[in-house]
């Protein structure tokens, strides 16, 4: 009788550990050096990895960068998480979920965050996965506000809401806020939840 193997096999697993190597190294590398100034050779020698396997494993550093970006986001579960502030019948509990979201986001990955529009500006591939992010990132906001279009504050659209939601989570402020004036992730949540449900709610809500 054949038993089938379940699971990666020993040379996969392999392949597996060397990628997250590579990735954990550039990672480090990219956010102290930035994404044009680290070259694959350093990403090579900050990995212990020679260099032609970099290539082999990834091609560019382009697609590196995608692989760390990848490996955050999977442990977030972010369209999930999405999904149950969609669902939450409150609709300011729902906004609270959504600034938790955020804080998530930014809290585990604003270094990401801040290569990508870093290397967005001198790297076309990656202009081009940062506009289908951001366009990606617009659409799951805009099914939010649509969800709770009834429970809006007078005066304040569908629209109106939705470049509300867009500014109050750029990245750019959550920098401000944590890293430069010293917040804590707590306070910029707590902070995001209460302005949106100001910004975007009905006071009865």
């Known amino acids: 009788m054949v038993v089938k193997r379940e699971g990666p096999s020993h040379r996969q697993r392999q392949a597996m550990a060397t990628k997250q190597q590579i990735a954990s190294a550039a990672r480090g590398l990219f956010a102290t050096h930035g994404y044009a100034g680290t070259a694959i050779t350093a990403i090579a020698a900050a990995a212990d990895i020679p260099a032609p396997t970099i290539y082999s494993a990834f091609g560019t550093k382009a697609r590196i960068l995608r692989a760390i970006a990848w490996g955050v986001t999977s442990t977030l579960d972010v369209d999930r998480s999405h999904d149950a502030a969609l669902a939450e019948p409150d609709p300011a509990q729902g906004l609270r979920l959504a600034a938790n979201i955020q804080r998530r986001q930014f ?54 809401a939705l470049d509300i939601y867009i500014t109050l989570v750029l990245p750019e402020i959550y920098r401000t806020l944590v890293p430069e004036r010293g917040w804590t992730v707590d306070q910029y949540e707590n902070w995001l939840a209460g302005t949106l449900i100001r910004q975007l709610l009905h006071r009865d809500n």
């Open 107 to 160: 809290e585990h990955m604003y270094d990401v965050i801040a290569i990508y529009a870093e290397a967005a500006r001198t790297d076309p591939d990656i202009a081009q996965d940062l506009q289908t992010i951001m366009a990606n990132r617009e659409r799951a906001f805009r099914r939010h506000v649509e969800a709770i279009a009834a429970h809006l504050a007078p005066g304040v659209s569908v629209s109106d």
